[in-house]
């Protein structure tokens, strides 16, 4: 009997094979209910005692023998199968990996900067926090001047003379501090008003300001410099100034393009005239440029301001400026396509 068993161990070790099938047969030829394995336990009653702890030796020897070969057998198989079922099929296409986008408001600020970087304008940038000198003062607007209540203004606690700019017109100051003529350069930034919020304004948006100072700078220079900006970013052709007030400059004007009364859009964004007010300009009035240490005698200049989100939202037809900061995922994907 011993020897039987034994010569089983050997056909265990012996058994090959790569075929489920053949596998399974070997299973249940030893390991099954009506196995081997099973008859050899059963035949294990009648082993007289003195031989029992040898033969249950074997016979165990036997049993995890058999169920280590099928392991092994099966396993093999699996690894043979290889990366392919694994894995999958290792050449098919990989999965569209989702690229972000940019912010409507960066994609039209970046618009901006470059249609004025083409004719040699620089970007200059300055702190959102600012002083009450290049906010308000240096650029002609005295404390108790009735003008700063055009825009309600955001202080400080801590500190009554620091406040949120109003306006970019505060890093022309700084630019204009610390450069001499020539100067071309746009201020992109972040700006705060202490407004209430609602479809149409918000008490933080962005403006792109301009500046251009040099020797004989006329109003043509300004009116030209404008009609290139309005062609290029919208399209358009024709602009009208409207003499306005703005304390930095003298004369100062309202510009207008005209956006044309084609469809029913607009009709609605022009309120039925065909005209869009964009932006604010004028020539940099002459004691701003006496507060920068910059000769009124020898130069002149002119200045211009615009809001990028009503721009954004005329561009793009959105309706509510809060749009812009909900950063609503299905909003912001609508930008993919734009560069
Ligand atoms: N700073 C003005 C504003 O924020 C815009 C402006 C800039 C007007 C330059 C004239 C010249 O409303």
Known sequence: MLDKIKELIGEVAQFQ?????EIESFRIKFLGKKGILNDLFAAFKNVPADERKEFGHYINTLKNAAQDKVTALKEAIENSKGFETKY???TRPAEPIELGNRHPI????????????RIGFTVSEGPEMEDD????TGL???EYHPARDMQDTFFLQTNPDMLLRTHTSSVQMRYMESHQPPIRTVSPGRVFRNE????RSHCIFHQVEGLYIDTNVSFADLKQTLLYFTKEMFGKSKIRLRPSYFPFTEPSAEVDIYWGLETEVDYKITKGTGWLEIMGCGMVDPNVLKNVNIDPTKYSGFAFGMGIERIAMLLYQIPDIRMFYENDVRFLEQFKSVR
Not at 17 to 21: F, G, H, I, K, R
Not at 133 to 136: A, E, G, L, P, R
Not at 196 to 199: G, K, Q, R
Request: hydrophobic share 45%; glycine share 4%; net charge negative.
């Open 106 to 117: 960066s994609l039209v600020k970046n618009q901006i900067v470059d249609i004025f970087s």
């Open 17 to 21: 094979s790569a075929n489920l099938d």
């Open 133 to 136: 000198w290049h906010n308000f």
């Open 88 to 90: 999958g099929d290792l």
């Open 140 to 142: 002609n607007l005295p």
């Open 196 to 199: 209430d919020i609602s479809a």
